[in-house]
């Protein structure tokens, strides 16, 4: 059958025009090989555009499409779909980006218009060689695995539960909560963090459609969208869950005090079988072997002697668990910059310095002081407070990025000791407020009214070198004070380092187990920064929280509801279509020389026993190409990517 | 200093050569290089106050300032002899810039001199002829330039 | 071990002491640092502040004359080390800035060779390439009972990517326990000492020196130990006038690094310079150093597990 292509040239507004001559572009495609019409229009992708190739497919019985347009990222589903309409394969259109890689990149419009006639021979050659195909559908399993117990971990594991589908979510610590758990208020409205997570958390540990598997990490992760098999180590707690009935004996009788580095951010103890806190969720406890008398000397066992349930259980071992989840929600989370890389700030060398994390669990009745704003000594009151903002943050030597929440907890701390140490006065270092969400700006403005002293300039550093009398036993603050400009050293009590938001330690491990990306910073990147900010480019994969991006409580939670929608989504519609771009084999030019079962990144080729043969487990295949290129006899091809397609493409790029 | 460095900066931004030129601030960096290791913008700010040090110089735009007036002291000195030589240039820059003080700091001198830390003729190293040609060289090229 | 060594100006007069004790104390450690013949002034911080290409002119011609078989060049001074490390990045940065000195270089007979100098300063040089346990190897005389503040100043960790932290260095403050002595908590050790301001302007210079000597004092120090020439003037030779400016009381005597190596080597304090310096440090020596180590420092136990009374646990600069 002789071709009968069909080109359609967008200009794109002006997109593509101001660089390309988009008439010379079509008027060359009518002059090649197998080309019967080609076309030129303002805007391809509107309806008068589709319906003009819907048009000549039925009228003309087209047998190829080629629109050169914007990146396939953006459009090819648009036009596989307007094909699909008029009865075309969608596997028999190919798209020419002639805007991102030509008219955006390419100022000379001469050399922008020889390279867009060059992409559409390419393409128009490629097409005559394309052959119809059919998707894959696969059926989506129920299940979602939800990674991280925080408040996005939360928020997206009940929107799903009460959606009636079955959620696992794993955390890493032994109770669920996160960072949430451990602040006292929440900025602007000053509501009490525990009072509105304590029952979400609660929601979760009942809820019949969540499987709660704390002080768990997910250890492997293989399969794709609908069908992933994901391997959970649940470590031991030496404590059996089901006999567990939380009454809290076993932590009072311990004998051994532990410096509680997670929960209470170094400031405050914990035993050494302990539940981080009073509220925690589950509310077993777990035994910290590295601490524990009984596993360092053989003998001690008050938590089993006192325990009323019989629950301790010493002989316990990590207990590995393959779960079937059809989608992945990341929700890790972020950790806190460690201003001791900072040492001009003196954080662990000056006793009256304290990270934010440290000051948030000071401010909270349940903490290490209940809630009382004291020195390190844990008596005197400070008579004067500096909060240092931007540590770490907005800076190039540690993070160049904003990290979003410090100016606003800076101003919620300022006002906590405003509240309790009315005589106290609260000095704020900042560079810039930034305070841009409802009801921020109004709160800086209270603080203002408050009393706060508000000072614009960069710490510089953070002495116990006094140079006046006033200056003495006390913590002198450096600065330049940009709106006077003059330095400044101011004496005070307790100086609090407003610390930025890092990604979590081993966030490119994780990454690399859920075959996602990291950007520079090591957050988690998104599909699309404006339009697709919970999706990875991995399908099935979605991401929620600080592991995306420094933000907020209220970003999270939207971000967490934002995922398990998407996820709704997919579950509903029961199963999903994956690209049939898949590697077979040519079993007769085959030698079995095992090289393509090396080279698979994702164990999807086999050899056949009885046959000596590769074999493509079409589940497991995601398409990625490596074992074709690799095959020496040219065996394997890749279907929509045969090597007919690419090198006619290749000639017709470079005319040949 | 009559601006801070950060305000010097924004007057470069705002167009104000000459003002910035005149600012006696660069004449006050010690040359900690504190800014430039702590800057969050990584600006090289000890540098660049060596750049403007030397730009106000050439466009003649550097009022009477001490520091100025030092450096060529000392830049003399070394053209002289290829050598610092501290007590010629300590003499020679009080006695024609600020002769009051070199009362008040001959107790100290005299003190170094009584410990044989001064030394009382200039050590000139052997090509001193081939120094001021590369001198007077690199001069001409950056006339040049 | 054999480098070249580059001197600079001030150890001809100023900072004999600092000279005498090198000499010593690099032959005792297997030091070779040969000086670079007919070497010339860096241009301290003067020639950069008025013409850029002299001023790199002036410093590559000693890079010029390095023999042709030694590729570290080592100098003892901060200011120097500064001024030959910018011009060495400077010459292999590219641009026309290497051919324009080159060019200079020839109107004196000279060439530059360029790739694969580097330049260290001399602490670096014993801490790292000698080595802390090395040198407390061959101490005799250990300076037991001596609290020192360790002094680094500006230039010697400044501009960064140096040998140590340009904030809070710790070489120094390791050498000097290594031979013995106690290492008093002077955090102000990077600070600046005023350098070439304090023959300038006393209102700029003496605050800074003030504060230094007040710091080192209140932290317990008998004397003060750097490794850089400027610093040593500055803070000995100007101490009385800082006094008297401020009415203050300070005694601190300033000794160089290589003369701390020395008096622990057991060598004759005479023949590594030390009565040279303006503050003596002869009272010091005779009162404070002991023949007897102190008591170890009771070791602090691990603050993981809860003490006795009301604080609150703090992070250690190591813990994780």
């Given at each position: 059958m002789a071709d009968k292509i069909g080109v359609y040239v967008c200009h794109c507004g002006s997109n593509i025009a101001d660089a390309v001559d988009v008439e010379g572009v079509a008027r060359f495609a009518a002059t090649l090989r197998g080309v019967a019409v080609s076309r030129h229009d303002s805007f391809m992708c509107s309806q008068p555009g589709q319906e003009l190739i819907e048009a000549d497919l039925r009228e003309l019985g087209l047998t190829g499409v080629v629109v050169a347009a914007c990146s396939p990222q953006l459009h090819e589903p648009t036009f596989r779909r307007a094909c699909g309409r008029a009865g075309l394969n969608p596997y028999l259109m190919e798209m020419a980006n002639i805007r991102e890689q030509c008219s955006w990149v390419t100022l000379d419009p001469a050399a922008a218009t020889e390279k867009a006639k060059a992409l559409v021979a390419g393409a128009v050659h490629r097409v005559a060689c394309q052959q119809p195909l059919e998707p894959h559908r696969v059926p989506i399993h129920p299940r979602t695995l939800v990674v991280g117990g925080g408040i996005a971990g939360i928020q997206?594991?009940?929107?799903?539960?009460?959606?009636?589908?079955?959620?696992?979510?794993?955390?890493?610590?032994?109770?669920?909560?996160?960072?949430?758990?451990?602040?006292?208020?929440?900025?602007?409205?000053?509501?009490?963090?525990?009072?509105?997570?304590?029952?979400?958390?609660?929601?979760?540990?009942?809820?019949?459609?969540?499987?709660?598997?704390?002080?768990?990490?997910?250890?492997?992760?293989?399969?794709?969208?609908?069908?992933?098999?994901?391997?959970?180590?649940?470590?031991?707690?030496?404590?059996?869950?089901?006999?567990?009935?939380g009454c809290e004996i076993c932590q009072q009788k311990c004998p051994v005090w532990v410096e509680d580095k997670v929960f209470e951010a170094g400031l405050g103890f914990r035993k050494a079988i302990y539940s981080p806190f009073a509220q925690a969720v589950p509310n077993t406890p777990v035994i910290d072997r590295e601490n524990c008398v009984y596993f360092e000397r053989g003998k001690c066992k008050a938590c089993e002697i006192f325990c009323p349930a019989g629950a301790i259980v010493w002989d316990q071992e990590d207990e590995v668990l393959d779960i079937e989840v059809g989608n992945i929600i990341l929700a890790t989370g972020y950790r806190l910059f460690d201003p001791r890389r900072i040492p001009q700030y003196g954080y662990s060398r000056l006793e009256n310095v304290f990270t934010s994390l440290e000051f948030e669990r000071m401010c909270n009745a349940a903490g290490p002081t209940a809630g009382r704003i004291v020195l390190r000594d844990g008596m005197t009151r400070p008579q004067r407070v500096a909060i240092v903002h931007c540590v770490g943050s907005r800076d190039r030597n540690y993070n160049a990025y904003c990290s979003d929440v410090c100016c606003m907890y800076s101003l919620k701390f300022a006002h906590?000791?405003?509240?309790?140490?009315?005589?106290?006065?609260?000095?704020?270092?900042?560079?810039?407020?930034?305070?841009?969400?409802?009801?921020?700006?109004?709160?800086?403005?209270?603080?203002?009214?408050?009393?706060?002293?508000?000072?614009?300039?960069?710490?510089?550093?953070?002495?116990?070198?006094?140079?006046?009398?006033?200056?003495?036993?006390?913590?002198?603050?450096?600065?330049?004070?940009?709106?006077?400009?003059?330095?400044?050293?101011?004496?005070?009590?307790?100086?609090?380092?407003?610390?930025?938001?890092?990604?979590?330690?081993?966030?490119?491990?994780?990454?690399?187990?859920?075959?996602?990306?990291?950007?520079q910073n090591g957050f988690f990147i998104e599909r699309h920064p404006k339009l697709d900010p919970v999706a990875t480019t991995t399908d099935g994969v979605f991401i929620a929280g600080a592991c995306q991006g420094p933000q907020d409580i209220q970003s999270a939670v939207a971000q967490g509801a934002a995922a398990a929608a998407r996820v709704a989504g997919l579950i509903s519609r029961g199963e999903v279509q994956l690209e049939p771009v898949l590697a077979t084999v040519d079993e007769a030019a085959c030698s079995g020389c095992e090289e393509c079962l090396l080279t698979c990144p994702y164990s999807a080729i086999e050899l056949r026993p009885d046959r000596d043969k590769a074999h493509v487990i079409a589940a497991l295949c995601k398409g990625c190409g490596v074992c074709a290129a690799a095959c020496l006899p040219k065996a394997i091809s890749l279907s929509h990517y045969t090597d007919e397609q690419l090198v006619a493409q290749a000639k017709g790029l470079l005319n040949v | 200093?009559?601006?801070?460095?950060?305000?010097?900066?924004?007057?470069?931004?705002?167009?104000?050569?000459?003002?910035?030129?005149?600012?006696?601030?660069?004449?006050?960096?010690?040359?900690?290089?504190?800014?430039?290791?702590?800057?969050?913008?990584?600006?090289?700010?000890?540098?660049?106050?060596?750049?403007?040090?030397?730009?106000?110089?050439?466009?003649?735009?550097?009022?009477?300032?001490?520091?100025?007036?030092?450096?060529?002291?000392?830049?003399?000195?070394?053209?002289?002899?290829?050598?610092?030589?501290?007590?010629?240039?300590?003499?020679?820059?009080y006695f024609t810039r600020r002769p009051l003080r070199l009362l008040r700091l001959a107790a100290t001198g005299l003190g170094m001199l009584r410990k044989g830390r001064v030394g009382l003729r200039p050590e000139s190293i052997r090509d001193v002829k081939g120094l001021r040609a590369i001198l007077r060289r690199a001069r001409a090229l950056s006339g040049a330039t | 071990m054999t480098y070249a060594f580059f001197p600079g100006c001030s150890l001809a007069h100023s900072a004999s002491a600092y000279a005498d004790s090198i000499r010593l104390v690099a032959e005792r450690l297997g030091l070779e640092l040969r000086e670079i013949d007919d070497w010339n002034c860096c241009g301290a911080t003067a020639y950069f502040a008025t013409e850029l290409l002299p001023a790199y002119a002036l410093v590559a011609r000693n890079l010029a004359l390095l023999d042709g078989d030694l590729d570290q060049v080592v100098t003892p001074c901060s200011l120097c080390y500064v001024n030959l490390r910018r011009t060495l990045q400077a010459l292999g940065g590219g641009g026309n800035l290497r051919a324009w000195v080159d060019d200079a270089l020839a109107a004196g007979g000279l060439s530059y060779r360029g790739a694969g100098l580097s330049v260290r300063h001399l602490l670096d040089v014993v801490v790292n390439d000698v080595g802390v346990d090395s040198i407390a190897a061959k101490v005799t005389r250990p300076l037991y009972g001596l609290r020192v503040a360790p002094y680094y100043g500006c230039l010697t960790v400044r501009p960064g990517t140096g040998f140590d932290d340009p904030e809070q260095p710790t070489s120094l403050d390791k050498l000097l326990r290594s031979l013995g002595a106690e290492v008093v908590d002077f955090s102000l050790k990077a600070d600046c000492c005023g350098g070439h301001m304090s023959l300038i302007s006393a209102e700029v210079a003496y605050p800074l020196l003030r504060r230094l000597l007040q710091n080192a004092t209140d932290q317990g120090a008998d004397l003060v130990v750097t490794a850089c020439p400027m610093c040593q003037l500055n803070l000995d030779a100007y101490q009385q006038r800082v006094n008297r400016h401020f009415g203050t009381s300070f005694r601190l005597p300033v000794l160089f690094f290589t003369q701390a190596i020395g008096l622990a080597l057991g060598m004759s304090p005479k023949a590594l310079g030390i009565g040279k310096e303006i503050v003596p440090a002869s009272p010091v020596l005779e009162n404070r150093w002991s023949t007897e180590a102190p008591p170890a420092p009771a070791r602090p136990q691990r603050a993981r597990r809860r003490a006795r009374g009301t604080s609150l646990p703090m992070r250690g600069v190591g813990d994780r």
């Open positions: 997206a594991a009940l929107e799903l539960a009460d959606a009636g589908y079955p959620v696992t979510l794993v955390e890493r610590e032994p109770s669920i909560g996160g960072h949430m758990a451990q602040l006292d208020k929440t900025f602007p409205t000053l509501d009490c963090s525990a009072c509105i997570l304590t029952p979400k958390m609660m929601a979760v540990g009942q809820h019949p459609n969540i499987q709660l598997l704390s002080y768990s990490e997910v250890e492997g992760s293989s399969g794709y969208v609908g069908n992933f098999v994901v391997r959970i180590r649940r470590k031991a707690r030496y404590v059996a869950e089901d006999k567990c009935t906590l000791v405003h509240e309790r140490l009315p005589e106290a006065e609260v000095y704020n270092f900042y560079i810039d407020i930034r305070s841009s969400r409802k009801g921020y700006e109004e709160f800086y403005h209270r603080l203002l009214d408050e009393g706060t002293h508000f000072i614009r300039g960069k710490v510089a550093r953070i002495s116990d070198v006094p140079e006046t009398p006033e200056e003495e036993d006390r913590l002198i603050v450096e600065a330049e004070d940009t709106l006077i400009g003059r330095q400044r050293r101011l004496p005070v009590d307790m100086v609090i380092l407003s610390c930025g938001l890092e990604p979590q330690a081993d966030v490119r491990q994780v990454a690399r187990r859920f075959g996602i990306s990291c950007s | 200093m009559d601006h801070t460095p950060s305000r010097l900066f924004a007057m470069i931004q705002a167009g104000l050569r000459d003002e910035v030129l005149r600012s006696n601030t660069p004449w006050f960096c010690v040359a900690c290089y504190y800014c430039t290791v702590r800057c969050p913008q990584e600006v090289p700010v000890t540098d660049l106050m060596y750049a403007l040090k030397r730009l106000s110089v050439q466009q003649g735009l550097c009022g009477q300032v001490d520091g100025r007036d030092f450096a060529r002291s000392f830049v003399g000195t070394v053209e002289r002899y290829g050598r610092s030589f501290e007590l010629g240039l300590a003499t020679r820059y | -």
